[in-house]
């Protein structure tokens, strides 16, 4: 497969390059990268990055960030390009409404041929070309792998864009790690990335708004003890707890805070001791609750998330659920403790 999709790059002149909504550090990353490594195949392709959602404000750092276009309406009509890439999405719905524009079943317009390059464990091999590594750390890892395979030397910028988004994928280096991982990590260090500029940029950048945010939300913050038998079952000692809390829409107009805000807040929690299983939801309309699920060593939240349509790793996941978010907290909590046999 991946002879065809190098051949698919090498030899197709225009290319669309999208993701899943809610962009992240690996999506945004990769998307970059991938355009910049097809432009150096040939200064005749035509490349494009778009997405539904704008890229949020904690990777403007990025390099040729502005490459990275939304709302999805800007874009042009499917038939104007050979090749759809979709990266870091194991259905082509979490694309959101480019699905509809790239994939349009009985259109009298023909339509992208699709390349789907994914690391996530359910993917579902929506594309005609496929390529779903499922132990790479990220899809910029597979990136990267791909910048070998097509010979392109790496530069600064496109190390720091990978860099970027395994660091981010990985949890800073906690999860999805493995050999393999670190050696690139190291030859993306050696091309250039200075490690501190993007710790600085992704982790202590924060906005003042976003740590009183935080505030309020902990107020929110419960436990509940994991039962003894379902810590046996899953062979992880007799000490557990499961932990969330919630983030309003008041909260955001009290602290002038937005969603994207709340990023971080997932991984605060994971410093609680004897955390096994987190979740926080944040409430992005009257009827819609964000949902992002995290866990410690053997739970898998990927099989919880993936309940609520959602999906992801076995350690982190997210799900979206059409549902007030007090309604939210009694459907997932009512699905873990089926799960744990409260």
């Known amino acids: 497969m991946m002879k065809k999709i190098v051949s698919v790059l090498k030899h197709c002149r225009s290319f669309l390059?999208?993701?899943?909504?809610?962009?992240?550090?690996?999506?945004i990353s990769s998307q970059i990268a991938l355009a910049l490594l097809l432009e150096k195949l040939g200064k005749r392709k035509k490349v494009i990055i778009i997405n539904e959602h704008t890229v949020p404000q904690i990777y403007r750092f990025l390099p040729h960030v502005n490459r990275v276009s939304a709302p999805y309406s800007l874009l042009p009509a499917p038939s104007s390009f050979e090749i759809a890439i979709v990266l870091d999405c194991s259905n082509l719905e979490r694309t959101g409404k480019i699905?509809?524009?790239?994939?349009?079943p009985r259109s009298p317009l023909p339509t992208p041929l699709i390349i789907n390059i994914d690391h996530h464990l359910d993917n579902s091999f929506f594309g005609?070309?496929?390529?779903?590594?499922?132990?790479?750390?990220s899809v910029s890892e597979q990136i990267f792998s791909l910048s070998k395979i097509l010979g392109l030397p790496l530069n600064k910028k496109l190390a720091t864009l990978l860099y970027t988004g395994i660091i981010t994928d990985t949890g800073s280096f906690q999860y999805h790690l493995s050999p393999t991982t670190?050696?690139?990590?190291?030859?993306?260090?050696?091309?250039?990335?200075?490690?501190?500029?993007?710790?600085?940029?992704?982790?202590?950048?924060?906005?003042?708004?976003?740590l009183k945010l935080f505030g309020l939300a902990l107020a929110t913050l419960k436990e509940n003890k994991v039962p003894t038998a379902f810590l046996r079952k899953?062979?992880?000692?007799?000490?557990?707890?499961?932990?969330?809390?919630?983030?309003?829409?008041?909260?955001?107009?009290?602290?002038?805070?937005?969603?994207?805000?709340?990023?971080?807040f997932i991984d605060y929690l994971r410093q609680i001791k004897d955390v096994k299983v987190l979740f926080i939801l944040k409430e992005s309309s009257e009827n819609k609750t964000k949902a992002s699920f995290r866990s410690i060593g053997k739970f898998d939240v990927q099989k919880l998330a993936k309940k609520f349509g959602g999906g992801g790793h076995r350690n982190a996941s997210g799900a979206t659920l059409n549902e007030p978010i007090d309604q939210?907290?009694?459907?997932?909590?009512?699905?873990?403790?089926?799960?744990?046999?409260y």
């Open 99 to 104: 699905s509809s524009l790239i994939s349009t």
């Open 182 to 210: 670190h050696k690139i990590i190291a030859t993306l260090i050696s091309k250039g990335v200075v490690p501190e500029e993007i710790t600085k940029n992704l982790y202590q950048n924060l906005p003042f708004a976003s």
């Open 17 to 27: 390059i999208t993701s899943h909504i809610g962009p992240d550090g690996d999506s």
């Open 128 to 137: 005609d070309f496929n390529w779903v590594d499922k132990k790479a750390s």
């Open 328 to 341: 939210a907290e009694k459907t997932i909590l009512k699905a873990i403790k089926l799960w744990m046999g």
């Open 234 to 264: 899953q062979e992880v000692g007799k000490d557990g707890k499961l932990c969330w809390m919630k983030v309003t829409r008041e909260m955001y107009q009290e602290t002038k805070s937005f969603i994207e805000d709340t990023e971080p």
